[in-house]
């Protein structure tokens, strides 16, 4: 059975960091590709970050370049995504998602497994 379980969200001022992780299990980690995604109320879901099952190949939303990071340790079979000055509109439920294909896609549809969430929220 496949669970991907997020953690690290909270409750941050503006221009602060967090750091989420999601620990995978039921898979073979290191051949899937992994993704973040969120999803605030009364909007969709949106992509936010992407990372290949090497880890060679990452892309982001255009609105979070330069301020979030995605990494993966295949060893812990954890993908991490690094938050830094966030801002009051990155909050956010943030779930973490795997893509059997491989690639960093930002398409939700490519994903096949989903995490629960978990809440981030950015107080101005």
């Known amino acids: 059975q496949v669970q991907l379980v997020e953690s690290g969200g909270g409750l941050v001022q503006a221009g602060g960091s967090l750091r989420l992780s999601c620990a995978a299990s039921?898979?073979?980690?290191?051949?899937?590709?992994m993704g973040w995604f969120r999803q605030a109320p009364g909007k969709e879901r949106e992509f936010v970050a992407a990372?290949?099952?090497?880890?060679?190949?990452?892309r982001y939303l255009d609105s979070v370049k330069g301020r979030f990071t995605i990494s993966r340790d295949s060893a812990k079979s954890t993908v991490y995504l690094q938050m830094n000055s966030l801002k009051p509109e990155d909050t956010a439920v943030y779930y973490c998602?795997?893509?059997?294909?491989?690639?960093?896609?930002?398409?939700?549809?490519?994903?096949?497994?989903w995490g629960q969430g978990t809440q981030v929220t950015v107080s101005s």
């Open positions: 990372i290949s099952w090497s880890g060679g190949s990452t």
């Open positions: 039921g898979l073979t980690f290191s051949t899937y590709a």
């Open positions: 998602a795997a893509d059997r294909g491989g690639g960093a896609s930002k398409f939700d549809y490519s994903y096949e497994y």
